[in-house]
Nanobody, 121 residues
Framework: VQLQASGGGLVQAEGSLRLSCAAS????????LGWFRQAPGKERELVAA???????HYADSVKDRFTISRDNAKNMVYLQMNSLKSEDTAVYYC????????????????WGRGTLVTVSS
């Protein structure tokens, strides 16, 4: 599967942004999908994930603010980000995989190019 993320940009604190990720491939529905982010000087971290069953997982730092969703008919995965904070500034990546629990980075073996989200305070 190949992935392409979009929707990043500059937003003020407390604002909202929706990221989209388009995927190619005929078996999209079986993949676990995740959104990761990497801020300058920090390691890449899992933000949110959604399994083929639509079960979701969120990092504590984004719970109740971010929502991940998928549309298998369109081969799309989304990340709705509300109440954005300056610490959410990062490059965001979408990823796909089938190799294990959705909370583990090692599950994901396909990565898209990142999209930059900048939150101004």
């Amino acid at each position: 599967v190949q992935l392409q993320a979009s929707g990043g940009g500059l937003v003020q604190a407390e604002g909202s942004l929706r990221l989209s990720c388009a995927a190619s491939g005929r078996t999209f529905a079986v993949y676990t999908l995740g959104w990761f982010r990497q801020a300058p000087g920090k390691e890449r971290e899992l933000v949110a994930a959604i399994a083929w069953s639509a079960t979701t997982h969120y990092a504590d730092s984004v719970k109740d603010r971010f929502t991940i969703s998928r549309d298998n008919a369109k081969n799309m995965v989304y990340l709705q980000m509300n109440s954005l904070k300056s610490e959410d500034t990062a490059v965001y990546y979408c990823a796909a995989g089938t190799r294990g629990p959705m909370s583990l980075t090692g599950t994901y073996d396909a990565w898209g190019r990142g999209t930059l989200v900048t939150v101004s305070s």
